[in-house]
């Protein structure tokens, strides 16, 4: 029966952009996983090693999402189930939780690689205070891969000219001097880990000031492919916080 399933999935993937990439695509080599991925910052005092954070000489090209959009362009779940479950909850008291990530990962054979990236919930004028990005590989183990920019916000004095809207016809040019401020990155740490892991085994990488919980869990090559080829790739990606922002 199972076999009749993989195949009825991979008839109708035939004429997709997820299988047309691979026409030698075999359920006998795939692996499916879902990844659970905690991203969380360890309070000020915590550690007495020194991290340096960068300035920041531009934003222009810094993610930012209106208001509108949660804060962070995630959709989120906070009924969805984590199998870190009680240690979450126990973290959450104690540090701030950045970012909870879930995938469903589909590696078609041995060698292949996934890239995810992610932002932080909590955001400053648009701006989230974290964004990621994670590479996984399929080999004899799990092999991550993750950055991370975390930033520091303050106000930055904007001149009238930057103000002024730059459609509108053309007007005298005023004094440089304004009031007006606003909250942006100002400065930046930039994080690289890797982890090397079986499934189900809970792996923390330790950082003095963010910390990451990563657990991959088998799952059924099948349920991989049904779920990918009957939900949006918008949807595909799950972001759920047990902090408020």
Avoid: C
């Avoid at 004094?175 to 090397?196: F, G, I, Y």
């Avoid at 990563?214 to 779920?227: G, T």
């Avoid at 595909?236 to 047990?242: A, D, G, V």
Wanted: no cysteine; glycine share 4%.
């Amino acid at each position: 029966m199972k076999a009749l399933i993989v195949t009825f999935i991979s008839l109708v993937l035939l004429n997709t952009a997820l299988y047309a990439e691979e026409n030698d695509f075999s359920p006998n080599s795939a692996k499916a996983y879902e990844v659970y991925v905690v991203t969380f910052m360890w309070p000020e005092g915590q550690s007495s090693e020194q991290v340096s954070y960068k300035n920041i000489l531009s934003t222009d090209r810094l993610v930012r999402f209106p208001a509108a959009n949660d804060g962070a362009g995630n959709s989120r779940s906070n009924s969805q189930a984590s199998p870190f479950g009680n240690i979450e909850r126990r973290l959450g008291r104690q540090v701030k939780i950045l970012a909870n990530q879930k995938w469903t990962l589909l590696f078609k054979r041995p060698g292949d690689t996934i890239n995810k990236s992610f932002v932080s919930q909590q955001n400053e004028n648009g701006y989230p205070v974290l964004t990621g990005n994670i590479t996984i590989t399929l080999g004899r183990y799990l092999e991550s891969d993750i950055r991370y920019q975390h930033y520091l916000f303050g106000r930055t004095q904007q001149t009238t000219a930057a103000l002024q809207d730059k459609n509108s016809p053309a007007s005298p040019m005023l004094p440089s001097t304004t009031d007006a401020t606003e909250l942006t990155p100002t400065m930046v740490l930039k994080l690289h880990q890797t982890n090397r892991t079986a499934s189900k085994k809970v792996n923390y990488l330790d950082h003095p000031t963010i910390g990451t919980l990563l657990y991959f869990e088998p799952i059924e090559v099948e349920q991989a492919m049904a779920f990918q080829a009957t939900t949006p790739e918008a949807e595909r990606s799950l972001t759920y916080n047990t902090n408020t922002p």
